[in-house]
Each structure stands twice: as structure tokens, then as C-alpha cells.
């Protein structure tokens, strides 16, 4: 087992590209994705209607080490600041097989 | 006005399917089309008109006539966001008057395809060349309203977009909009309708044209569920945004009416312009606007233009404007 930072991200799907991008920028080259996720917060209701991804949310599960965490905090921040979205940030153990 | 136009427009199956879906969201029924259902509908009804502009236009040819229609469809693309965003910034922050101009300088593909529609029931000829002005029509104004948020942005000393992480340059978003999957699909399909033979068209008749005003039908009560729901989040918007929804419409519509007379634009293509001008985007723009613009309130520009402009532009505004275009056009 090895110490892990667990992010799981909810940002607007259009965002998408952007955040996978940023994230490859910053050395984290795996994810787990989700498209088509609802919900409401702080920008409305999100309830995936309609003919484009305008209403639709997706969610990224990321496992990364703590130093790689740390790299991308600060830009994390930011981009959910100007796209929307949230972070949630758990410690986790990873099964090393 | 002729009442006999507006009132045949009303019980129009199309229109009284739309009226459908409203109801059912008011009664609160569980109506519900897929949403990739919806897609399909929407994709199918792009590949039909854009088929069928090709194939018209490569029988009727360019002339300078047709080149002047386009330069008006663009110059009204990049007039209509430019003055509706300084009329909106007196009630609406930065980020929500640029989306909205941008929305509104875009079009509606849906009200016109509503609109050849119209005019087919009227046995009023328009030009296959009006599916390219559509398409013209698309990115201009989210160029405008990108531009007059950016400017606007170093004015008020808010920090520039392209510095922060995630941000997205207007090269970017205006790529975006053109390969949306909307745009892509008519292009194509008007580029193939030029190219193609008449009789390989003709094959594809029972799929592009028999069945077309059923799928038109069952899109708009798609619609009318769309617009329904979205008409919710409109009970918290101002007075100011409901009467811009149906006002600047009419407005962009005369604008694009006397030009059609000045320019002497034939019935059937005016009334498209015409349709084209009033319209607002509630596909590719509002895209768009949540990757540029994500501060924007996607809450108040949709509604706006999907649960007030849409359904007064098929309703009222199509016959109205047909008639007006009636009385002052040969």
C-alpha cells in the first residue's frame, strides 16, 4: 500500500479539455471521467437538458501522489475559481500490485 | 395584420406540438424525450435543410444578388451583439451583457428551419443560399461579444482571462463554435447537396423530405418541453430581460426588413434574413460562452432566448414578419 491524495473534481463538461490539459501539463497523466453528471451549486442548477453540454456537469477521479498535489493546488484553484466547479481533496491508500 | 396568416401558423400541427410539450411541463407530466433523441431530431432536421440549400443552390447558381444577402447576414451578425450589449450594460454585469449580445447577434437554426417550414406551407420560393447565411451568421457575433468583454474587462481593471489557468483564447472558442457538431453538419450536408447529382438527392427524398414535417412536429415538442423547463429560471429575472427578449428581436427584424427593401431581397430569402436577425442561439453560443465567458449566468441567457425569443419568433413573429414583407415587397 502506498499514501495517496484522492481529487475528485466537478467542473463543467465543456471545461473538460482545459482541466485535462492542465492537469498533463503538471506531470498527473491519469484519470477516471465521467460525462453527463447533474447537479446544482453555486452557478445553478446543472441539469444535463438541452442540445449542447451547456447544462451538463463531469466529474474526474485523479489519484496522485502529495508532491504532485501540490504542484497543481495553486492552479486548481484558479481554474475552478474562473470555470466553476468543485474539489474534493481525501487521503487514500493505493493497492500496489 | 392578416389574421389568417397568424392564426393558419397557430394551429399549425408543428406549432400546436409545441404548445404540447409547455403544457406538459405546466401540468407537470412526465413527458420526456431522450435526450439523444433530441440530438438525433436536431442533427436530422440540419441534414435535411442542408441537403436541400445545396441542392438548390447548385441549381440557381452565385450572382451578386446572393453575395450581397450574405454581406448583410454577416454585417447584422456583428452589428446586432455590438449595440445590444451597450443597451444591456446598463441592468447586467460584464460577463452576462456580453453572452446575452452574443447570443442574440447569433442565430437560431431551429426558428429557421421553423421558418422554410412557414414558407414551404405558404408556397413562398427562398434560395438554398440562405442555409450559408445561416451559417455565416454563426460565429461573428461571439467574436463581438468576446472582444467587447475582453476590452471591457482591462477598462474595469478585472484581470485578463488569458492569464488564468483554464482560460481560453477567442481563437480557441471561435474554433469550437465552427466545428460545433450543428454548424459541421449543415455545411456538409450543403456542400453535398452542391456536388450531388439531382437524381442521387432524389433518393434520398423519402428520408429528407416525406417525413420532414413530422420530425419537425415531434422536434418541437421537444422543444416545448426545453422551453418549458427553462422557463422556470426565468422567475427571478427582471422585468428589464423579458422585455429585451421580445423587443430587441423586433428590432434586429426591422433593421433586417428595410434592408430587404432597400435592397430590393426577394420575399422568401427576406423573410429568412429577416428570421435569421431576430433569432438567438441556444446551442452553439451558449457552448461557447460557458468555455469563454464561464462567469456568465448560462441561468439567464438560455431561458431568455430559448423559453421567450424562440417561441415568439415561431408563434407571432414569423407571420408577422411575412406579412410586413408582403405589403412593402413586389
Known amino acids: ?97 | 395584420m392578416n389574421l389568417e396568416i397568424l392564426l393558419n401558423n397557430f394551429i399549425n400541427p408543428t406549432i400546436l406540438f409545441f404548445f404540447l410539450g409547455l403544457f406538459a411541463v405546466w401540468v407537470r407530466s412526465d413527458l420526456a424525450i431522450p435526450s439523444q433523441v433530441s440530438k438525433f431530431l436536431s442533427y436530422y432536421l440540419l441534414f435535411c435543410i442542408g441537403l436541400k440549400g445545396g441542392a438548390e443552390l447548385s441549381h440557381s447558381g452565385l450572382n451578386a444578388h446572393i453575395f450581397i444577402v450574405l454581406a448583410i447576414a454577416v454585417v447584422m451578425a456583428l452589428l446586432v451583439p455590438l449595440y445590444s450589449f451597450f443597451i444591456l450594460r446598463r441592468r447586467f454585469n460584464l460577463f452576462d451583457s456580453a453572452a446575452i449580445a452574443a447570443t442574440y447577434g447569433s442565430v437560431s437554426a431551429v426558428t429557421f428551419i421553423t421558418a422554410i417550414n412557414f414558407l414551404q406551407e405558404n408556397e413562398a420560393p427562398f434560395g438554398g443560399y440562405m442555409v450559408a447565411a445561416m451559417a455565416l451568421m454563426e460565429a461573428p457575433a461571439i467574436i463581438v461579444g468576446l472582444v467587447l468583454a475582453d476590452m471591457y474587462r482591462q477598462k474595469e481593471a478585472q484581470p485578463p482571462k488569458g492569464e488564468e489557468p483554464g482560460a481560453s483564447s477567442i481563437r480557441m472558442v471561435v474554433r469550437e463554435a465552427m466545428a460545433n457538431g450543428s454548424v459541421v453538419l449543415i455545411m456538409g450536408s450543403f456542400v453535398i447537396g452542391i456536388v450531388s447529382s439531382d437524381s442521387s438527392v432524389a433518393t434520398l427524398a423519402p428520408f429528407t423530405q416525406d417525413i420532414f414535417k413530422g420530425m419537425l412536429a415531434f422536434f418541437l415538442l421537444d422543444m416545448g418541453l426545453l422551453a418549458g423547463r427553462r422557463l422556470s429560471a426565468l422567475r427571478q429575472a427582471s422585468g428589464f430581460a423579458l422585455r429585451f427578449s421580445v423587443l430587441v428581436p423586433m428590432a434586429n427584424a426591422s433593421i433586417a426588413i428595410g434592408l430587404a427593401y432597400l435592397l430590393q431581397v426577394d420575399k422568401g430569402d427576406a423573410l429568412l434574413l429577416t428570421v435569421l436577425c431576430a433569432s438567438a442561439s441556444y446551442i452553439a453560443v451558449p457552448a461557447a460562452m460557458r468555455i469563454s465567458l464561464p462567469k456568465a449566468n448560462a441561468g439567464l441567457y438560455v431561458p431568455m432566448s430559448l423559453a421567450i425569443t424562440f417561441p415568439f419568433n415561431i408563434v407571432l413573429g414569423i407571420p408577422l414578419y411575412y406579412y410586413i414583407l408582403n405589403q412593402i415587397l413586389s
Open chain 1, 1 to 97: 500500500m502506498q499514501a495517496y491524495k484522492k481529487l475528485e473534481i466537478i467542473i463543467p463538461k465543456l471545461e473538460s479539455r482545459l482541466l485535462v490539459k492542465l492537469l498533463q501539463n503538471n506531470g498527473i497523466k491519469g484519470y477516471s471521467y465521467w460525462g453527463g453528471v447533474r447537479g446544482s451549486g453555486d452557478r445553478g442548477l446543472q441539469d444535463g437538458e438541452g442540445l449542447s453540454d451547456t447544462f451538463v456537469n463531469a466529474c474526474f477521479v485523479i489519484a496522485c501522489s502529495e508532491e504532485d498535489f501540490n504542484r497543481i493546488k495553486e492552479k486548481l484553484r484558479a481554474f475552478l475559481s474562473e470555470a466553476g466547479g468543485v474539489c474534493m481533496v481525501s487521503d487514500v491508500n493505493w493497492l500496489i500490485h
